[in-house]
């Protein structure tokens, strides 16, 4: 029986989209590109979400490849790219509904040192059983380290575990620590009918 929801944090709790601050912050479409491929899918990205780097040090590693007349606008999207970090619709009532329920609730994020700041626009931590960053840990999904990480930190089985991640790779992460585990599709509904089935 499914005794722990254990939730992904982007596009599962809280929106995630890069695209937002480009749209924000940029002033052209060619910034907007620039910045996409150098802050967004760069290298400074994942060590940020490895803790190898804090979110603070993205801007100086990042701008050495950005063009100076886009210095500016790299600085507010390092800054301020978690404006697009807003809640799921139907989140915070699936977590309401789980914890009335009976269920434990936990989170399982890949992020930087940032999450702590961003997070609590869902919820407060402490509305939480655990949490689980991957910069924090130095591990990041789908290695199932992190997975095993939760369950050891926590003390659970991992049968008793339900992971919901938007991720299929990191669906595979969880289950392949013996976690029942599903894809988020935008429909907490799906993940009720299962967790009631069980």
Not at 174 to 186: L, N, P, Y
Not at 189 to 198: D, H, K, P, Q, W
Request: charged residues 30%; proline residues 5%; contains cysteine.
């Amino acid at each position: 029986m499914i005794q722990n929801i254990v939730l992904d944090m982007g596009n599962v709790l809280l929106y995630y989209d890069p695209e937002v601050p480009l749209d924000f912050f940029c002033e052209s479409e060619a910034s907007k590109n620039v910045i996409r491929k150098e802050l967004f899918e760069g290298p400074e990205w994942a060590m940020g979400d490895r803790g190898d780097i804090s979110d603070r040090d993205r801007y100086d590693l990042v701008k050495v490849r950005v063009p100076g007349k886009y210095h500016e606008e790299l600085k507010r999207c390092v800054d301020g790219w978690d404006i697009c970090m807003t809640v799921v619709p139907g989140a915070r009532e699936f977590c309401k509904k789980m914890r009335k329920a009976g269920k434990k609730l936990y989170v399982l994020s890949n992020a930087s040192d940032r999450f702590y700041d961003y997070f609590t626009r869902f919820l407060p931590l402490d509305y939480f059983d655990g949490v689980v960053v991957s910069a924090d840990v130095r591990i990041v999904k789908p290695d199932p380290g992190i997975y095993q990480y939760l369950l050891d930190t926590y003390t659970l089985n991992p049968e008793e575990c339900l992971f919901i991640d938007d991720r299929e790779d990191n669906v595979e992460g969880a289950r392949q620590v013996g976690m029942q585990a599903i894809q988020f599709r935008d429909d907490f509904g799906v993940i009720e009918e299962l967790v009631a089935s069980e």
